[in-house]
């Protein structure tokens, strides 16, 4: 058949000449063709055609090396100049290993192992995070889309069940909890959340809002902390890393953080960053006015004076204060505060005076306790033996200070009162405690001032979870027998297994394991 295409091409005028048509000639070239590709394509060896196959089917090799066999169904045929063309159909199966085996077939359909999605996912942690912080979702959704409320609810839940995480592991350990299963299809790719995060940043008012929605929410009466932390940032393209008091002489770079924390909710109810060089007292003002705290007492250290934010205070007069002063403050000698004339009920060995400030509309109560008043001259002794500098006319003097704190107010309240909302100031400092050493928020990893703030929003809402979680094993007296740390690793063992019968199981585990989750109400 070859010799006679090449024949009949080298000799088209002979044929022309002897009157052979035009579509003679054409349909010979057709076949030429098809001889010459034919030649390139290698023959399926008669073992591959012998394989037992449906009837009306051809094979077909394919693959880089022509090694692979498939079976085309045949279904019909055309008919041109002539002659019946067979047409091609969809291939209906292939020929491994001798032997034929259907598309439908079960061994055909069996996905290999990397394609299979985690069979054994944790569960208690994540099931806990999500009981206690659901009302979270609808504070989210007054100022988010829904795409967006469910990506920050994930990162914020996944920032507290796994410390220190990374943003480009957010994705695979959301793959392998439970968290997406109650919260399918959120895309959580390193891609997706460094935008993300960039995104929120620049949405700034949105999140500005969500602060103003919470704030809005407090009563007359509550007592709000207010303080603030230091965070790690050596970035070089962010205008919030700089040198803080306390950092240059460590060398690191950092940006101030601060919170406010309603002592009755005992949760975080705003905050704001700063530039790492800007001091409390400069931010202070600021951060009232932006997040609209327009009532409530609020309760601060030393970094917060009053003065610093007095006309604020003076525009909104259901707002007021306490806070420490110095205690080389004009106001301990104009006062007598160190001449403590009562004692403080309900307290042992405390004394205390409350006094009217001259010509300002606040109070002043200083209280002095004798326990911590011998504890502070003793280190003063043992500072003063060690510098071989002891006066007896300076530790007279001294002496008054010893033991004593000195709070100015715009409240005029008995001093048990004013004593117990400070005292519980400190529990703004466990708070600081979890939120930079046990969720790992000790340092940002992004650059850019978006993205830190993006960041920062997502760390502010893993605060409010850590203190629901806090407060929730606190209520089921967890807390009185293992460390918050202890519990959250206990309950990251309860995981669930996914069996052939497509339901979730929970693991075996130890009796200790299974009070805990009955303690929570999991079980």
């Known amino acids: 058949m070859a010799y006679l295409s090449c024949f009949l091409l080298k000799n088209v005028d002979k044929f022309i000449k002897k009157s052979l048509t035009y579509s003679l000639i054409c349909d010979n ?56 063309l067979p047409i091609n159909g969809p291939i209906i199966g292939h020929i491994v290993d001798g032997k034929y085996i259907p598309k439908e077939s079960k061994e055909s359909t069996i996905s ?5 999605t985690p069979q054994i996912k944790d569960w208690a942690n994540v099931v806990c995070c999500d009981n206690v912080f659901k009302d979270v979702i609808d504070e989210l959704t007054a100022v988010y889309n829904p795409k967006d409320v469910f990506k920050l609810y994930c990162i914020a839940i996944l920032r507290v ?12 350990r959301y793959e392998d909890s439970f968290l997406s299963e109650l919260y399918p299809d959120v895309a959580l790719s390193k891609n997706t959340v460094s935008k993300f995060l960039s995104d929120l940043g620049k949405a700034y008012s949105r999140i500005v809002s969500f602060m103003q929605n ?14 603030g932390t230091l965070k790690t940032n050596n970035s070089r393209v962010n205008s919030l890393s700089d040198f803080s008091r306390k950092s240059r002489v460590k060398g690191n770079k950092e940006i101030s953080v601060i919170y406010a924390y309603d002592l009755e909710k005992m949760e975080p109810i705003c905050s704001k960053c700063y530039s790492g060089n800007m001091l409390d007292l400069t931010a202070y003002q600021d951060f009232l006015k932006e997040n609209k705290i327009k009532k409530g007492v609020i309760v601060a250290d030393k970094g917060f ?47 205390f005076r409350k006094e009217k400030c001259v010509g300002a509309n606040k ?10 008043a011998m504890l502070e001259e003793k280190d003063w002794l043992e500072r003063c ?3 071989k500098s002891y006066s007896l006319e300076e530790h007279n003097r001294k002496k008054k200070s010893f033991g004593t704190i000195i709070l100015e107010s715009g409240l005029d309240l008995p001093a048990k009162k004013i004593y117990d909302i400070y005292k519980r100031r400190w529990e703004i400092e466990i708070v600081m405690k979890y939120y930079k050493s046990t969720c790992g928020f000790d340092e940002t990893r992004v650059h850019s001032d978006y993205s830190v703030i993006g960041s920062e929003f997502c760390d502010f809402l893993s605060s409010i979870l850590t203190c629901k979680l806090i407060n929730r094993f606190d209520e089921s007296n ?18 669930k297994i996914k069996l052939q019968d497509k339901t979730w199981t929970l693991r075996q585990l130890t009796k200790g394991n299974m009070d805990i989750l009955e303690k929570l109400g999991l079980l």
């Not at 394989?51 to 090396?65: A, E, F, L, M, Q």
């Not at 110095?326 to 403590?340: A, I, P």
């Not at 967890?478 to 995981?495: F, G, H, S, T, V």
């Open 112 to 116: 290999a192992v990397s394609n299979t």
């Open 478 to 495: 967890l807390l009185d027998e293992r460390p918050y740390k202890k519990i959250m690793n206990d309950l990251k063992r309860a995981q």
């Open 385 to 387: 033996n060690k510098k």
């Open 161 to 172: 069940c796994y410390p220190g995480i990374k943003d480009y592991e957010l994705k695979e």
């Open 214 to 227: 919470r704030v809005s929410e407090l009563e007359k009466n509550h007592n709000i902390v207010v303080d």
């Open 305 to 351: 004076p009053s003065s610093a934010a007095c006309e604020y205070f003076a525009e909104n007069p259901e707002l007021t204060y306490l806070n420490p002063i110095k205690r080389n403050s004009k106001y301990v000698q104009t006062h007598n505060l160190y001449e403590h004339n009562e004692l403080l009920e309900g307290y042992d060995a405390i004394t």
């Open 363 to 372: 109070w002043l109560y200083s209280f002095r306790d004798c326990y911590k």
């Open 29 to 84: 070239i057709r076949l030429y063709n098809f001889v010459v590709q034919r030649r390139k394509i290698m023959p399926i060896p008669q073992e591959i055609l012998n394989v037992k196959r449906p009837k009306n089917t051809i094979v077909i090799v394919y693959g880089k090396n022509k090694d692979r066999y498939a079976v085309r169904q045949r279904i019909g045929c055309r008919y041109d100049n002539g002659r019946n």
